[in-house]
């Protein structure tokens, strides 16, 4: 993974000088590329593994292994990568924010699972019962819990005297804009 996003950063830092648009399209392909071999590297495992191996629970247990070890080395393969874009980003803060972002997304995959787990073969009161549990959750997520969970992680901190003057400045100045918190 770090090889292949090395490659792709070769553009990238051929047009050090450019315009920070060309290089914000330069640098599109390679940060998507990252983010899908999150996806594509334990699949691509995975499968391999199930055509070595017969199918068997140790096969089961290895797949899995493989599976979980190919994610772990995408996300650490993705630290270079990370570290070029954002160069004041050490490895704790990397390893925190990528820690809130996949618990975040983990949560929501859940979330769908449970509620596919969940429901029932025949049709009846559950049946649009849990769907719409699972449109509250999804809703709560956007409503405001995640906001309460970036700030239980302190991912949120309150802004610094300086950007809380400029948003007071700016909305005072717009005449019609409230501002709760900045």
């Known amino acids: 993974m770090m090889f292949m996003n090395w490659v792709g950063l070769i553009p990238w830092h051929r047009a050090a000088g450019a315009h920070w648009t060309e290089r914000a399209r330069l640098l599109w392909p390679v940060r998507f590329t990252a983010r899908f071999c999150f996806i594509l590297m334990p699949i691509m495992f995975m499968e391999l593994h199930w055509m070595i191996s017969p199918s068997s629970l140790q096969s089961f247990i ?29 490895f704790n803060t990397w390893a925190f924010l990528k820690m809130a972002v996949w618990s975040i997304g983990l949560g929501m995959w859940l979330l769908l699972g449970v509620a596919i787990f969940l429901m029932p073969a025949d049709p009846g009161w559950k049946m649009f019962a849990i769907p719409a549990g699972y449109m509250l959750g999804q809703g709560l997520l956007l409503w405001g819990i995640m906001l309460r969970y970036f700030r239980l992680l302190k991912f949120l901190r309150p802004a610094g005297p300086r950007l809380a003057q400029i948003v007071a400045d700016r909305s005072a100045r717009l005449g019609n804009v409230t501002v709760r918190a900045t």
């Open 62 to 90: 290895a797949w899995f292994a493989y599976a979980l070890a190919a994610f772990l080395g995408t996300i650490f393969g993705c630290y270079p990568l990370d570290r070029t874009i954002y160069p004041a980003l050490n």
